[in-house]
């Protein structure tokens, strides 16, 4: 099976605090998606990159196709970034498989 | 645009019930995905379909699962005999063609009591 391994599986964060959420995948990705949950929500769509960097706010997805690796980056934590992030991929059978999330805490 | 619409937000069933969830994707859009969302298997891909067709249905659970989409502007997912283990929340997402963005409902939270 396809094989998306997220780290850390959770953090804590004070806020300001940076963040680095890291995402492997064991195949080519055609596609690549991240998505933030909040508890109880629904996932959201926050970069669709299967290769390169994009900035949005605090949040910049970095994705090295060749190298099977995507990195999500949070700066100057907000208690609002509280949630789970989710990385997703489409080998090109057009489904994405997700990663078990990392969970992110940031405290006041 | 209202967004990938879900039904109902929440559904109890009894051991052994069906369960019909529903689905509305996004106007649209040509593909339409439903997963499983569990605290112990996190999220899984459940089934696929593209122009109303099924493309991909390696994830569902062939004995009591089954998923259509009779029309461009709904999809369901039918649950026969439900188990507790089918206890969930079940999530439809939509893009505009299998190569853009996935879109997510807000998911229908199955409890099968």
């Known amino acids: 099976g396809q094989q998306v391994q997220q780290s850390p599986a959770s953090l804590v964060l004070q806020e300001g605090e940076n963040a680095e959420l890291q995402c492997n995948f064991s195949?080519?990705?055609?596609?690549l998606q991240w998505f933030y949950q909040h508890p109880g929500g629904r996932l959201v769509s926050l970069f669709y990159n299967p290769s390169g960097t994009k900035h949005t706010g605090r949040l910049t997805s970095t994705t090295v196709t060749n190298e099977r690796r995507s990195s999500l980056h949070i700066s100057s934590s907000q208690t609002t970034d509280s949630g789970t992030y989710f990385c997703a991929i489409d080998t090109g059978y057009q489904n994405f498989y997700f990663g078990k999330g990392t969970s992110l805490t940031v405290i006041p | 645009n209202a967004g990938v619409i879900q039904t109902p937000r929440h559904k109890v069933t009894g051991k052994g019930q069906e369960a019909t969830l529903w689905c509305e994707p996004i106007?649209?859009?040509?593909?339409v995905f439903w997963y499983r969302q569990t605290i112990v298997q996190g999220l899984e891909f459940l089934t696929y379909?593209?122009?109303?067709?099924?493309?991909?249905d390696s994830g569902m659970p062939k004995e009591r699962f089954s998923a259509q989409m009779p029309n461009q502007s709904h999809s369901t997912l039918k649950i026969q005999s439900t188990q507790p283990q089918d206890s969930a929340v079940y999530l439809c997402a939509s893009s505009l063609d299998s190569r853009n963005t996935l879109y997510f409902g807000a998911g229908t939270r199955l409890s099968v009591l």
């Open positions: 195949s080519t990705a055609t596609r």
């Open positions: 379909f593209r122009n109303q067709a099924p493309i991909d």
């Open positions: 106007s649209g859009h040509s593909a």
